[in-house]
């Protein structure tokens, strides 16, 4: 038979309260409408549950109850009653034989028992008795129940974390066994409970409660917009004292979160998502003029989210007759519908009143911290909301920061942190394969224009010296004379990581100090001072563990170099030695077999682990002041694991594998030189003060005279570039890497550094055709496959490479290199997109010859675009086609690229590197030519600034035009080009050698200015044809006679040979 609806007789007295009128249990019957209705533009806001509080159906009349509406509203009025009691055997045996039935059902809207007592029902001692006994009875539907969604896709917890009902929350989750389940479920608007809890400001104990009991991927689960509640977490209205907490709590349970990203466009990581709603909130603080002289600008209630208002601070008051109807009502809006047994407006007791919200108490804990203060209002905080200030927000984005630095790769912790990094940021220094010996000057101009974070990920140098030598000196004292053989070199590099480029903390050292002399332990300590360095690896033997200490007290993990006297493990073990650091987790001990035995040396090792794990006695436990009765518990804390790792030196030690910049000279080339090359050395030594002149002076009013004195900019996309090679020096503007090195080094191989010279060759020999021109080096992977000796190109980093150049929004991109067509369909579609993103921008693209001869396959990158890349070939001195570079056919020009010599062999860099012949050193001229032309047509529009617009006057239209591709293939047929080559070989000479005598001083500038203005003329296609008649007078390339060329424009109209 089944079951009938209970009645309130059935039960006894005392466990039910009055009878529930109608009116009263209406709103169990009905569909919330509210929140089906939302407006998206508000999911946002610190918005709680609301039911709809209609009093009848469409018709005017009540819907007839079922019986488990029956059973829910009768529950909930014993319940509201307090009048519940289920204490007794007998009591929970009358309820359950007549509710037991019913209590797994649902009624309208799907909700469940819980729901109701979420949505209707303050909590008290009959609500906790009634849930601790449902999840007794039910231990397998409990969490079920708790997990389930109604119709508006919220749970029970969900619901009682919105409404703000802190001791239900606590009650619901201390009844679970495990929540994880529950809080993993999405709910309203793809929300968690998590999302919930932070959004709402749920206190901060509350929320860390919740997070220590949710796994990782429930830390995971991302909101409607792509938000993981870390993102909520670190909103910067959100950052109080104690949002800290719940920032250490989320990353420590859920460090997978920090690599999740919100959706798109913006793709925000966790850090970059704080900045952007930092940015946006102190762009609308700007905007708001200030409600009091007085008001401290860097203090807001921690209320509401990044598109709110500031709110008013709650006000206490007693209520009025005539203000009890709205605070009724607001309660009602706000916090769901009003308990109709609580007295409001009735109460007989006078009520203090929160304006404009409701003091919640937020003293209980999951896990039942302290008793339960029935009807108390907690006035820990003075009904006030804690403050949001700049320095919990610092506080907590140097805590994200810190921890992509320790915890991430460098490339991926640069991503996470910036971006795409338009400004190239750069988070660690490698200093390993550059010069050994540097002079202090040439270094800083060389590093000029690297940008650095104020905390770096790492720093690594070789042994290198700087001259001159750097002198000891101590913080706020006068330099003291340096005496002692041991060095001081990294004083200088640290110095300037300090003072020049602003760098306030560094996480790992890396320095090689083996050789002999090593530095000193004063220079050491100088060097590393105020960086609080966490992880330090620092080569030298027998380091002494009062300098390690000395170095930073922030220590984590340290690398020793231990020559094997037992001496040294003893004093880094003593109670004044390592043990001091109390962050000290790791010791990594490089072991040299030396006059010991092995079973010796084994022993003293194990003897250190042991002596390392012993309490520190309690005189030596810092600085602070230890009360005599809690020593023993001090000791017994600072008795933590140190774990120790045993590295043999039995291989040599690099930093980085070997560069071309370090090794021996080779003796000059002594080959003949180009007469393109002679024309173009020149050309540019002259044009290069041309360009000084023209665009010296403060910055213009005028944005097109500020972009006419811009220098060029060139895309290098090769193995990097040794920023250090003197002809280079300044005139790389900046860079970015995509070699990641090898992946379990957590190290990057940086751009001002070229792997095998060929990316420096490239650069100068930009630079030596156009010296006025900025490189953007970037440096791809290379891999060796075994096969081949040469390096193989990876092209996930070549379309990577291609994308960051168009980013940074050059003017050309050179790629003096070619690879197979990508195997990976991938990668191809990476690649074909970033060529495809490079060509809608407008950017001149040139590449090599693949150099493979007649069997020509399809390369890329020319073959990716090959109506849109300017492919350039390898040529003899005498303009004919090296046999290397194939069919002509092929090629768009061919420009010098066998036995090229360098201009100045000082270098040792350069003397090391002999890429004489080639298809890759043809294009690096082809683009300096590229470069200089439009570089000569800027000059031409500064000289049309000066004197006036003519007809034939250069102006920005030109520049704009000359700097697109076919154009620019125009302006180099403009210059000249031989018969013999198929009109392939540019004769650089024909505009260029005249030129190069005709502006050198003792002429003035205005003159020097305007034979560049008439140069310019020839590259641009926009001047009338018939404006333009140049009479040439040049060699026959095969024969003495003189050739007079008649021009017109762009175009040879008449020839006459001259014996």
Known sequence: MAPQPPSMADLPPHMIGPPKSSEANRHLLRRPTGDKDRNPESEDEDEEVEDDDDDDDENGQSSPEDPTKS??????????????????????????????????????????????????????????????????????????????????????????????????????CENLPSIDDVLRKECDRSETCLHAAIRLKLPAEIIISLVSKASENTLCKKDSKGRTPLHLAVEYEKCSSSQLGVVQALIKQGDSALDEETNGPDYFSVFRYHEYTRDKFLKQKNRKAPSRPNEMS????????????????????????????????????????????????????????????????????????????????????????ELVTKESADLIRDEIKLHYLRTRRPEIATTRLYGKNLEDTTICFEYAGAPTKVDSDDFKESFRNVKFDTILQYVAFPNVEVHPKPALSKSGGDAIEVSGRGRTDMIFFFEWLRIEKGVKRILKVIVDDLQDPAHSDEAIETALEGFDVEVLEWRKVDLCPETICNSSDKLREVYLSWSGNNAMLRAWSEPDGLKKLESLTKVHLHVKQDLETSIRTTRNINNFCERLKTPVPIEYCGTSTVAPSVASEVSEATARKIEVSRIERGRTEQLVAGNPASLPEKPELTLSPHRWLDCMDGFADAIQNVWKAAVKGKPSQSGDINELRRPVEVALIDDGVDVYHEPLRGKISSGKSFDYGDRGENRMRPYWVSERGHGTVMANMICRVCPMVNVYAIRLETQYDGKDPKP????????????????????????????????????????????????????????????????????????????????????????????????????????????????????????????????????????????????????????????????????????????????????????????????????????????????????????????????????????????????????????????????????????????
């Not at 203090?299 to 990044?306: D, E, Q, S, V, Y």
């Not at 709205?326 to 109460?347: F, I």
């Not at 006078?350 to 302290?370: E, K, W, Y």
Request: with cysteine.
């Open 792 to 1059: 193989r190109i990876v092209a996930r980093s070549a379309a990577e490479a291609i994308d960051a150049a168009v980013d940074r929004q050059v003017q050309i991109i050179s790629m003096s290199w070619t690879i197979k067509q990508p195997e990976k369909q991938k990668d191809k579609e990476k690649f074909d997109a970033a060529m495809r993103r490079a060509v809608a921008a407008g950017i001149l693209i040139f590449c090599s010859a693949g150099d493979a001869g007649a069997h020509q396959d399809s390369d890329y990158p020319a073959s990716c675009s090959p109506n849109k890349v300017i492919r350039i070939g390898a040529a003899k001195a005498n303009g004919n086609a090296w046999e290397w570079v194939g069919s002509l056919n092929n090629l768009d020009f061919i420009t010098p690229g066998h036995e090229v010599v360098q201009r100045k062999s000082e270098d040792v860099l350069m003397q090391h590197f002999q890429p004489q012949t080639g298809s890759s050193v043809a294009t690096a001229l082809a683009v300096g030519l590229a470069a200089l032309i439009i570089s000569c047509v800027k000059l031409g529009a500064l000289h049309t600034q000066s004197v006036g617009v003519s007809p034939t006057a250069v102006t920005m239209k030109d520049l704009v035009e000359v700097k697109q591709h076919k154009n620019m293939k125009a302006a180099f047929d403009a210059v000249g080009t031989s018969r013999e080559s198929n009109n392939k070989f540019i004769e650089v000479w024909r505009l260029f050698e005249k030129a190069a005598k005709d502006i050198q001083p003792p002429l003035e500038k205005e003159k020097r200015l305007g034979i560049v203005a008439d140069l310019a003329r020839n590259f641009i296609p926009s001047i009338p044809e018939s404006v333009i008649v140049t009479m040439l007078y040049v060699p026959d390339p095969v024969s003495d006679a003189m050739v007079v060329v008649t021009r017109i424009g762009f175009w040879n109209v008449a020839t006459k040979v001259i014996k």
């Open 71 to 172: 059973a829910f509203s009768q529950i909930l009025a014993s319940v509201k009653a307090k009048e519940l009691k289920l204490g007794k055997s007998d009591d929970r045996k009358a309820f359950f034989n007549k509710y037991g039935s019913y209590l797994e059902g649902h009624i309208d809207d799907n909700k469940n028992l819980l729901h109701v007592l979420a949505y209707e029902a303050s909590f008290n001692s009959s609500v906790k008795s009634l849930i601790g006994r449902l999840a007794k009875r039910s231990p397998s539907i409990f969490p079920m129940l708790v997990g389930a969604l109604d119709d508006n896709e919220r749970t029970p917890l969900y619901v009682a974390i919105t409404k703000k009902n802190i001791k239900l929350v606590s009650c619901l």
């Open 298 to 385: 860097n203090l807001r209630p921690a209320t509401g989210t990044a598109d709110q208002k500031l709110e008013a601070q709650p006000v206490l008051k007693k209520p009025t007759e005539e203000n009890r109807t709205a605070l009724k009502e607001e309660m009602k809006t706000k916090d769901g519908p009003v308990d109709k047994n609580q007295p409001v407006a009735n109460s007989k007791e006078p009520r203090l009143q929160m304006t404009p919200a409701v003091a919640l108490s937020n003293d209980i804990v999951l896990g039942a911290i302290g008793p339960e203060r029935r009807g108390e209002v907690d006035t820990r905080k003075n009904q006030t909301e």
